[in-house]
Nanobody, 126 residues
């Protein structure tokens, strides 16, 4: 089974930037390029929500709240996926998680994903 771990979170002022990284390891990582990957976030007292998604062929989708500010990308030869976050806003403050799926489902559904990382905290101050 593949394992995921996120890094790159931190605290920034509004308008700043961060780049999150999700690294894969363990049995099954050699098929990383076949997985659909997603970034999700969860703020205190709120449900986990989809942020950005990328398919094996490079097709990307974004939540309306982050379009034009966030960019998801992947480097399959290094088993990594990135989330570049620009023009950050206080409402972006949340725990950010990366996830992978390979058994079908939908890009925006939490229940469709097979494995999750432990998360990395992003805090944006006004």
């Amino acid at each position: 089974q593949v394992q995921l771990v996120e890094s790159g979170g931190g605290s920034v002022h509004a308008g700043g930037s961060l780049r999150l990284t999700c690294a894969a390891s363990g049995a099954g990582y050699r098929r990383y390029g076949d997985y659909c990957m997603g970034w999700f976030r969860q703020a205190p007292g709120r449900e986990r929500e989809g942020v950005a998604h990328i398919d094996p062929d490079g097709t990307t989708t974004y939540a309306d709240s982050v379009k034009g500010r966030f960019t998801i990308s992947r480097e399959n030869t290094e088993n990594t996926v990135y989330l570049q976050m620009n023009s950050l806003k206080p409402e972006d403050t949340a725990m950010y998680y990366c996830a992978a799926r390979w058994n079908g489902g939908s890009r925006d559904r939490v229940d469709s994903y097979n494995v999750w990382g432990p998360g990395t905290q992003v805090t944006v101050s006004s």
